[in-house]
């Protein structure tokens, strides 16, 4: 399963790319990350703000850096 | 929830009790602890410093908490749809007031750009917005009104609005749709679900919490220096120093002020206060609204953002329509008062 961090690259795509790494950690959850930076391909994923968290063609999260355990929240409700 | 309340009642009595006593705090640092003399530059520029920090902080915390939660009911998403089916002028109008109440960082100016025109909503208005949500934000309408009144905070809002609304309408006249890169009205969101957000009343008040952590951590520091330069400008800068170079009689002032406006950006904190400073010292108000105006509303990297979307001719026919609109409320300004 591949789990994507949306966005063009600055500081907050990092940081939620990096709490993201960590949440998946606490849920012992086997994905990996793959980081979606060129414009193009961002506006397919029709997010209006950055950066995007998205778990298959689910957009889970939008224009906000969630924490860590509001990240293991999403993912709980989405991945299963 | 209920220990989240009481927490935020506290704050608020202690924003209260500090807010209402600062000049008087003021007062007793200055004079009875430091026991500075009157009248003297230095502590003319350390007595506006004490007193001019704790209170726009002050105002900044509380007005970002305020706004922080009131945009949780303003997603870009609501707007898009509000904004949708529009016609020209009225679309124009909602863009424009949408755009102080929408969430909006300039990072996103890309990804907003594509949604807006995939949706159908007219190029003049998605600049109408464009132009609106950046130059009309809570950070510049607070260090309006801590440090120059309510009159010209409210001033710079509606002449913002003003600008953004006719610069938009006039964009979307001149139908520069062919500008736009090509592959923007190819590109669509296909198969893509997007998860919408509930916001309990709890997390209503996180985001206001959220908010002054984000935006007041990231702008504490320009307003820190920007009141010290004030604070010296203050103190030591002479009566009508500025009268020359930015009052009234040097017509020049104004277009200059627009251009130097421009690649400065994240400095905005950090410069209402220098400005306010030189407003004191015989600068114009109608100058000094177009400096700010251009800084807030023009800003270099945000133009180079957009450069991947739009093609040069509209970036250019963006910057020149805004700034015209700068220099019209400037000279009007300087003319009235």
Redesign the interface.
């Known amino acids: 399963m591949t789990i994507k961090v949306i ?2 690259g ?1 500081m ?1 795509c990092e940081t939620l790319a990096k709490r993201t790494t960590e949440a998946l950690q606490h849920l012992n959850i086997d994905a990996s990350i793959e980081k979606i930076t060129d ?2 391909k ?9 950066p995007g968290l ?1 778990v298959g ?8 850096v969630p924490t860590v355990s509001q990240i293991e929240e999403l993912l709980t409700s ?1 991945v299963a | 929830m209920k220990k989240k309340i009481g927490s935020v009642t506290l704050f608020f009595a202690g924003w209260l009790l500090l807010y209402f006593n600062l000049g008087y705090l003021t007062d007793s640092i200055v004079y009875s602890i430091f026991q500075l003399a009157k009248d003297s530059p230095l502590t003319a520029a350390i007595y506006f410093f004490i007193y001019e920090v704790p209170k726009v902080l002050l105002l900044l915390t509380l007005i970002v908490f305020v706004v922080g939660i009131i945009r949780t009911y303003f997603s870009p998403e609501r707007t898009r749809k509000m904004l949708g089916g529009k016609r020209q002028f009225t679309g124009n109008v909602l863009a424009a007031m949408l755009g102080i109440v929408t969430p909006f960082c300039s990072c996103s100016a890309i990804p907003l750009f594509l949604g807006f025109i995939e949706s159908g909503i007219p190029l003049g208005v998605t600049f109408s917005f464009l132009i609106s949500a950046p130059m009309i934000n809570e950070v510049a309408l607070v260090l309006l009104f801590g440090l120059f009144g309510w009159e010209t905070a409210l001033l710079y809002m509606s002449t913002g609005l003003i600008i953004a609304i006719l610069s938009g309408y006039f964009i979307g006249r001149l139908q520069l749709e062919r500008y736009v890169e090509d592959w923007v009205y190819t590109t669509k969101a296909v198969g893509i679900e997007i998860m919408e957000e509930h916001f309990t009343p709890a997390d209503r008040l996180n985001a206001g919490v959220e908010a002054v952590k984000d935006i007041v951590g990231k702008v504490w520091m320009y307003i820190l220096i920007g009141i010290a330069v004030g604070a010296g400008i203050h103190g030591y800068v002479p009566e009508n120093f500025m009268a020359s170079i930015m009052g009234k009689s040097a017509w020049w002032s104004v277009p200059i002020s627009v251009l130097l406006g421009i690649p400065m950006y994240s400095n905005a904190a950090g410069i209402i206060p220098i400005v306010q400073a030189l407003l004191e010292k015989g600068a114009s108000l109608g100058t000094v609204l177009a400096f700010m105006m251009s800084v807030i509303g023009l800003s270099l990297p945000e133009l180079i953002i957009l450069r991947k979307v739009l093609k040069l001719p509209l970036i250019l026919t963006f910057v020149g329509v805004v700034g015209t609109g700068i220099i019209i409320v400037g000279y009007l300004f300087n003319f009235i008062y």
Do not use: E, F
């Open positions: 966005g063009p600055c907050n414009i193009q961002i506006a397919s994923y029709g997010i209006l703000r950055t998205a063609n689910k957009v889970i999260s939008q224009g906000r989405y």
